[in-house]
């Protein structure tokens, strides 16, 4: 791991973004809490949330975190048959959230794909990306 014990400690922030693919009829049933597993994006909002907060478990070299906040938002374009989930990190420290954020992203895609995969074989996690990033030295940062 990185020593970031002489870094001050700054308010950081860091927004992921998942997209998983699936046809327009998938994407309707998941939209209408319809789908054979249960509530998809319910699920998928919870997991990603416990995923976020296992990263230094998962990611060899994450630093263990003190989030004051994690959340996941999920929506559904139906007919383009995408299903995106963001996630946001928040925490006052020495080290940033990025790797936190982007974990609740993926771990949520990863449930939504595991909900559907019965439904759509051809399911898919499109992209996952760091959207923004605040704090500490290097600043603020937004993908454009």
């Not at 001050?8 to 046809?23: E, F, H, K, L």
């Not at 925490?91 to 993926?106: F, K, Q, Y």
């Not at 074989?121 to 600043?139: C, F, N, T």
């Amino acid at each position: 791991m990185v020593d970031v014990g002489d870094k001050p400690a700054s308010d950081r922030r860091a927004v992921a973004r998942a997209v998983v693919r699936v046809s327009p009829e998938t994407a309707a049933l998941v939209a209408a809490g319809d789908a054979p597993k249960g509530d998809v994006l319910s699920v998928a909002r919870i997991a990603g949330i416990q995923g976020g907060k296992r990263t230094s478990e998962l990611i060899p070299l994450c630093h263990p975190l003190s989030l004051s906040f994690l959340g996941v938002e999920a929506s559904i374009d139906v007919d383009a048959g995408e299903i995106t989930l963001i996630a946001e990190a928040r925490t006052t420290g020495p080290t940033g959230v990025e790797m936190e954020a982007l974990t609740a992203a993926s771990v949520a895609a990863l449930t939504v794909y595991d909900m559907v995969k019965g439904i759509q074989r051809g399911a898919e996690i499109a992209s996952v990306a760091l959207e923004s990033k605040s704090g500490g030295r290097s600043g603020e940062w937004n993908r454009s």
